[in-house]
Nanobody, 127 residues
């Protein structure tokens, strides 16, 4: 059973930085697309950054240059390094796994194609 456990959320001021971590267990698939998503109460969940099993990354425009997605060598921990944080980055952040795909193509990045999700970690950015 796939398990994803996020950590690292918290409160920071505008311009600050945080690094989120997602511990991954329970799957041995050699091909996958992993993603970080965020959600504000009352709004739809949106993708933020993605990484595939070959380490290729993709970002949505509003985080490019500020956020970095990565994974450790063992590929059992996913990270999201967030810098230059803004109040509009305030949200619950989730990691998720889309197993069995070779890369994070546009269809693979659709939230409905991610079958496994963590419980989320809150990030609050104050002005």
């Amino acid at each position: 059973q796939v398990q994803l456990v996020e950590s690292g959320g918290g409160s920071v001021q505008t311009g600050g930085s945080l690094t989120l971590a997602c511990e991954v267990s329970g799957f041995t698939s050699k091909k996958y697309c992993m993603g970080w998503f965020r959600q504000v109460t009352g709004k739809e969940r949106e993708g933020v950054a993605y990484i595939d099993s070959d380490g290729r990354t993709r970002y949505v425009d509003f985080v490019k240059g500020r956020f970095t997605i990565s994974q450790n060598n063992a590929k059992d921990t996913l990270y999201l390094r967030m810098t230059q944080l803004k109040p509009e980055d305030t949200a619950a952040y989730y990691c998720a796994a889309n197993l069995g795909v070779w890369s994070c193509t546009a269809p693979a990045r659709a939230p409905t194609n991610f079958n496994d999700w963590g419980q989320g970690t809150q990030v609050t950015v104050s002005s």
